[in-house]
């Protein structure tokens, strides 16, 4: 099977998956893993906190004196007892009754009390206060340092004042306790006395106010009654609303007749409009009737029609006597016609003037009919606005004196609460006190602050080893997970190997072998079809399983099917021959660089297309000149046209340089790391190296990697029946699971107490 063959066969048709981090992708570096803390520190945690309170407790208990606690207790009522009768503020809790308490607390260590004290306590030549102390200074350095306590109970209607003192000086704190207490409660009397005082004196100079406010308001009342006699308006200023009424009546008829005789008179002067009588025609008709001379023209008229007629039937038309007579015909007509009109233009100059002198005495009597109704509506105006003004002055009048009766009424009511409050006052200055010396102090043995001292002294410990356990792992600078290896170094990992100490002896074998099948199917996605024959495999340092993986990984290639050489160019200390149990006498890495065929030099493994160039440590001094001999790069280049894969076994980078003299004739490199042991820094500075060199490193493998944190950690509890085992989740940032099943190649597990 070629090379190409064999990279069909193992390659799936998926792509890779690598982590790349962006550029702004922040590394976790600063966050604290405290699982994984306590899973490698534990010991250290566990010793300090031991080590610390094994110390700590007999020094506590031991050396602490025996303490006496001296406490007096002060009570505050809730509510307000009644006395005589029920009021709204009788048995009715304190607003803010917490507040109340907190505020009485305050006051026991206020300024006021403490120096009243403090006048007390310089003739009593406490210890508390000797070598010449200032007891006022003294006291409010008692209370700030917590020596004197004062605490209000949340359970119950107490305030405790205690201080805890050693056994000799308990009957000077039950002294300095009880003038604590004896001055508090003068404090607290005097106030309340002040309190009283003034809400009296106030009570007192508010009833002198509305007294005053009162007689004023009730003489101005007397004033206003003065004028009318009686304070009750109301009937009065009714009548006036009658009157008010009855007069804007009067005023708006003589406003309609006034509108009326307008109309009457605008008619009167626009008489050319005027409309005839309805008996003008008559008038005419008979006037025209009644005319002697119309008359006798008319009789004239009818006579010569008669005769007219009969000389028409008798005589020709242009007869004389016709003739004369038709013109004598004519001429009466036109005379009556004549006269007609005559009589007609008498009879309307007439009618004429008879209308205009109707019309003129008409428009005389309206005008002065109109001038007599603006006289009266003038008047009616006069009077309603002076009857409008009186019945408004008796309507305010009438409010004002209301008011002031409303006014009156309030005052007295005023007065009366005020009346009743001062009753009230002076009831409440017989009540019981709301606050009272429930206990005066006395001393009883505390038990201290051993206990807790001894508790926080473990707990110091614990807190002591969990930072010294921290800060030991911030100087610890060796990668603990694979993933670190991705996000803070920023290298592909190509796969894991498994430590022999997570997983069950017999399933150890099945799991190398698929994490090594899992590194070869990574390597063909990375390089696709122009893979990397020549592979050169080395570490940033000593004991990182470089010369394990090597061997492994060559033996999963032959095991494939594909031919391959493993060199062990690591001539500062060749283990391959170890490793794999070959005869110490090999040393054919040497033997075909100084010029010996490769057939002579070549060793064939018991597993087919498994062949090896060992070294031994005879050329350990000149290891670097022999390499980088030009001879060296070309013999091992003619390698490439007889195997299908060469891995390169050389030494650390950061020990010596021949693995960058190799890595310039290597395709690819793979730098393995040993988790637990190898630090970032190394890698980082071993990966510099290799680049400066131009060496292609295309990832990483990590050594010992537990079970659950692998690159097949779910396959491993899947395949093989592993139980128990949570939180095995797979990073698909990391790695692309290989969709080939696995064949059995014999894989050589790493000897965990000789790694290289």
């Known amino acids: 099977m070629d090379n190409s063959d064999m990279k069909e066969s193992i390659v799936p048709t998926a792509e890779l998956v690598e982590y790349r981090p962006q550029p702004t992708e922040e590394l976790p570096h600063s966050e604290i893993d405290l699982w994984g803390l306590l899973r490698r520190r534990w010991w250290v945690i566990l010793l300090l906190t031991v080590l610390v309170w ?3 407790f007999p020094t506590v208990f031991f050396l602490m004196p025996k303490q006496y606690r001296t406490t007096a207790l002060v009570e505050v009522a809730p509510i307000i007892p009644e006395i005589i009768y029920r009021d709204r503020d009788s048995d009715q809790p304190l607003p803010n009754y917490e507040g109340f308490k907190n505020t009485q607390a305050m006051l026991m260590n206020s300024d006021k009390v403490i120096r009243r004290v403090a006048e007390e306590v310089q003739n009593l030549n406490l210890s508390f206060f000797a070598q010449g102390r200032d007891a006022y200074t003294g006291l409010r350095q008692m209370f700030e340092q917590g020596i004197i306590e004062i605490e209000p109970d949340r359970g119950s209607y107490l305030i405790t004042l205690s201080m805890t003192t050693p056994a000799a000086q308990a009957e000077e704190a039950r002294t300095l306790i009880n003038l604590l207490l004896r001055n508090y409660m003068a404090v607290v009397v005097e106030d309340l006395r002040d309190r009283e005082n003034t809400r009296l004196n106030n009570l007192q100079s508010e009833r002198k106010q509305l007294t005053q406010k009162l007689e004023a308001q009730q003489e101005t009342i007397r004033q206003l009654v003065e004028e009318y006699g009686t304070g009750e308006l109301t009937a009065l200023q009714q009548m006036h609303y009658e009157r008010l009424a009855s007069l804007q009546r009067e005023l708006t008829n003589t406003e309609i ?18 409309a005839l009588p309805s008996d003008f025609v008559q008038q005419r008709s008979q006037i025209v009737q009644n005319d002697p001379i119309l008359r006798a023209l008319q009789e004239d008229i009818r006579r010569y029609e008669q005769t007219l007629l009969v000389s028409r039937q008798t005589m020709q038309p242009n007869n004389p006597i016709l003739v004369q007579q038709e013109q004598v015909f004519e001429t009466l007509k036109n005379r009556y016609e004549k006269r007609q009109q005559e009589v007609l233009d008498e ?9 205009m002198s109707g019309r003129q ?43 002031l009766k409303e006014q009156i009424q309030q005052s007295k009511e005023q007065m009366q609460e005020v009346d009743r409050k001062i009753k009230e006052l002076m009831i409440e200055s017989k009540r019981p006190a709301r606050i009272s010396v429930a206990d005066e102090a006395f001393s009883v043995s505390a038990p201290g602050k051993r206990k807790k001292t001894a508790a926080a002294v473990g707990f110091g410990g614990l807190l002591f080893g969990l930072l010294t356990a921290l800060l030991i792992d911030r100087l610890d600078r060796r990668i603990h997970h694979p993933q670190e290896v991705v996000k803070r170094i920023q290298v592909r990992i190509l796969g894991t190997t498994t430590d022999p100490h997570s997983i069950q002896r017999n399933l150890l074998g099945r799991q190398l072998n698929d994490d090594y099948q899992t590194i070869r199917a990574n390597l063909g996605l990375l390089d696709g079809s122009n893979g990397s024959k020549m592979i050169l495999v080395t570490s940033p340092g000593v004991q990182d399983g470089k010369t394990t993986f090597c061997v492994n990984l060559a033996a999963s290639f032959a095991n494939s099917g594909q031919k391959t050489l493993l060199i062990d160019a690591d001539l500062r200390k060749p283990d391959v021959v170890e490793v794999l149990n070959l005869p110490r006498a090999l040393r054919g890495f040497q033997d075909y660089l100084f010029g010996k065929k490769l057939e002579e030099c070549l060793y064939q493994h018991s597993k087919p297309n498994f062949f090896i160039l060992a070294s031994d440590f005879r050329n350990s001094a000149d290891a670097l000149d022999l390499l980088a001999h030009p001879q060296s790069g070309e013999r091992l280049r003619t390698l490439r046209d007889s195997f299908g894969i060469i891995l390169i076994d050389s030494p650390p980078v950061l020990a010596f340089a021949d693995a960058l003299v190799l890595s310039r004739y290597a395709d690819a490199v793979i730098l393995t790391t040993f988790l637990g042991r190898t630090s970032q820094p190394d890698i980082q500075e071993a990966l510099s190296r290799l680049r400066q060199v131009g060496a292609k490193v295309i990832g990483t493998v990590v050594n010992n990697v537990k079970a659950e944190q692998g690159y097949r950690s779910y396959g491993y509890g899947y395949a093989y029946g592993q139980r128990g085992r949570k939180h095995r989740k797979k990073n698909p940032d990391l790695f692309l699971t290989a969709s080939q099943e696995p064949s059995d190649p014999q894989t050589f597990p790493p000897n965990p107490k000789q790694p290289s």
């Open 257 to 274: 007749q006034l509108l009326a005789l307008e109309a009457q008179i605008q008619a009167a002067e626009q008489s050319g409009q005027e």
């Open 361 to 403: 005495l008409q428009l005389a009597q309206l005008k002065a009919q109109r001038s007599q109704l603006a006289s009266l509506m003038q008047h009616l105006q006069e009077k309603l606005q002076q009857q409008d003004a009186e019945t408004i002055r008796i309507g305010r009048k009438q409010l004002l004196i209301e008011d």
């Open 347 to 355: 009879f309307n100059a007439a009618f004429e003037e008879r209308r």
């Open 54 to 56: 094994g110390i700590g």
